[in-house]
């Protein structure tokens, strides 16, 4: 029987159906497979991205999303993986193509390289440290402890002798890594001072001091300091400078009549002393470290006595007052060569309270051979962390919760004036100088922040250890960092590399 043109069209739309049902079958199988592998793949990126240096807030983002997308997806995911001829090119690409995203949208983050076992015993504090090429060097009462940076391995350990403890130490260090340590027995005056070589943990020459009492096994800031080549040691009768590489004394000099030595501080080129005179006004001079001879002298605007007082750098001369009166002066200060003061800035203004010393005014609580300056300068920029009331914000209930925001602020030695401000997630426990740069440190995020401008150049987040007090932090080289805690008997370790 013949075949009519009605019976050809008829043939012809059944096979056109066939091969639309078939493209169809195969596009839910590509489909399914391509975009539940970019889910899956985005997922687990996520998931395994903490650990292996990935952070940023994107990541929490990117996890929503790979849960969501994968909720409707899942099914032709598993379509696909039954259907392996056209499924299994679809995952591979679906794979690649979630993974190109993650690394497109993911940040930074840094994670814990290694760490020093706990302290003990569990009563123990740091009192201080140092950085020393490739050494951190933790300053107990009790020990001196110098970690590798690279990998956290023991370089070295120091005791003092008998039952001494460590009661002061040099803020920095000298040329050749030597530090100084005072020590002396237990509620004896801090009479001892010895050069420490940081290299490999070796002592050096001792000298005694002419100390006032200490309080059981406290200790004090500021009391010994170095100065280019030379070591200066100060004493109830006055301040006495020795060459860091022997001992044997350069100079001497006294305070004024009725003044008693108060802090020492030492730059490249320059020693800063502070005498307090009774209810007069404090007296801060600046001598040449080579010769003790007197470059400037200040009257401090503290009459009737300091609650607080910290040389923050030596060139250009910059000093934190914080006098006993109310109304008395709480400001950073900014000298000339000459003594003449250039600026002051209000610690706690209109605009923000400062945090000159980490941990705000209570901080020579901690690290307290040692204390950690959250003011630091750069040029003829002082940079510190500034706060807000309500920066931060606990809310209660079942299910607490804690927001935060936090901010450094950049003012001109010059004249005082702000010149920026950079945002910060949150509170700062960490700063740190890196050339034209400072890091800050906060729970959880470490942001790199231009010097001169104020611009956020770098952040990385802190993906293990959230360091929720203070800490002394340092950079061993590009992007590798150590954390040294005050308490590390808990929490946080003493030490740890981050990287």
Avoid at 271 to 293: E, I, K
Avoid at 390 to 419: N, Q
Avoid at 452 to 477: F, I, Q
Wanted: aromatic content about 6%; overall charge negative; hydrophobic content about 40%.
């Amino acid at each position: 029987m013949a075949e009519g043109p009605e019976d050809s069209v008829v043939r012809a739309r059944t096979r056109w159906r066939g091969r639309f049902a078939m493209s169809k079958e195969t596009w839910m199988v590509v489909s399914g497979g391509v975009l539940g592998a970019m889910f899956a793949s985005l997922g687990l990126a996520v998931l395994f991205a903490p650990a292996n240096g990935f952070g940023g807030d994107s990541l929490g983002f990117m996890g929503a999303v790979s849960i969501l997308g994968l909720m409707p997806c899942g099914a032709g995911f598993v379509w696909a993986l039954i259907h392996p001829k056209y499924g299994f090119p679809s995952i591979a690409g679906g794979a690649l193509l979630g993974l190109g995203i993650f690394l497109c949208f993911a940040g930074d983050g840094l994670n814990d390289a290694w760490k020093a076992p706990l302290d003990r015993p569990s009563t123990v504090r740091a009192v201080g440290s140092w950085t020393n090429g490739g050494l951190v060097v933790r300053v107990r009462p009790d020990e001196v402890v110098a970690y590798r940076s690279g990998g956290g391995s023991v370089a070295w350990q120091w005791t003092p002798p008998g039952e001494d403890s460590v009661c002061t130490m040099s803020r920095g260090i000298g040329p050749g890594g030597i530090g100084l340590i005072g020590h002396s027995p237990h509620g004896k005056p801090c009479a001892a001072v010895t050069a420490l070589a940081l290299a490999d943990g070796k002592e050096g020459w001792t000298a005694t001091v002419d100390a006032p009492a200490r309080d059981g096994d406290s200790a004090d800031s500021d009391l010994v300091a170095v100065a280019g080549t030379q070591a200066v040691l100060q004493g109830t009768d006055g301040w006495r400078a020795v060459r860091l590489t022997d001992g044997r004394e350069q100079w001497r000099s006294a305070p004024d009549p009725g003044c008693t030595p108060l802090e020492v501080s030492g730059g490249e080129q320059d020693v800063v002393t502070v005498a307090q005179c009774g209810n007069a006004a404090p007296v801060l001079r600046s001598l040449a470290s080579g010769d003790g001879r007197e470059q400037s002298r200040v009257a401090l605007p503290a009459e009737g006595g300091l609650k607080n007082l910290m040389v923050v750098s030596a060139d250009p001369l910059t000093v934190w007052v914080d006098a006993q009166a109310e109304r008395g002066t709480h400001a950073v200060l900014s000298y000339d060569r000459s003594g003449k003061q250039r600026a002051s800035i209000p610690v706690s203004g209109d605009e923000y309270d400062l945090d000159v010393m980490l941990g705000g005014v209570h901080a020579f609580d901690e690290f307290t051979a040692r204390p950690l300056l959250g003011g630091v300068v750069v040029g003829d920029l002082f940079i510190v962390p500034g706060e807000k009331p309500g920066d931060v914000s606990i809310s209660g209930g079942k299910h607490p919760s804690r927001t935060a925001t936090g901010r450094l602020v950049a003012y001109s030695l010059a004249d005082g004036g702000k010149r920026w401000t950079a945002g910060l997630d949150d509170q700062v426990t960490g700063v740190l100088v890196d050339g034209t740069s400072v890091w800050a440190m906060t729970r959880d995020k470490l942001t790199r922040v231009d010097a001169a401008t104020g611009r956020r150049s770098r952040e990385l987040d802190v993906n293990d250890t959230t360091s929720l007090y203070p800490v002394d932090l340092s950079v061993a080289e590009r992007e590798r960092f150590t954390v040294v805690a005050e308490d590390g008997t808990r929490d946080e370790p003493p030490v740890r590399g981050m990287s």
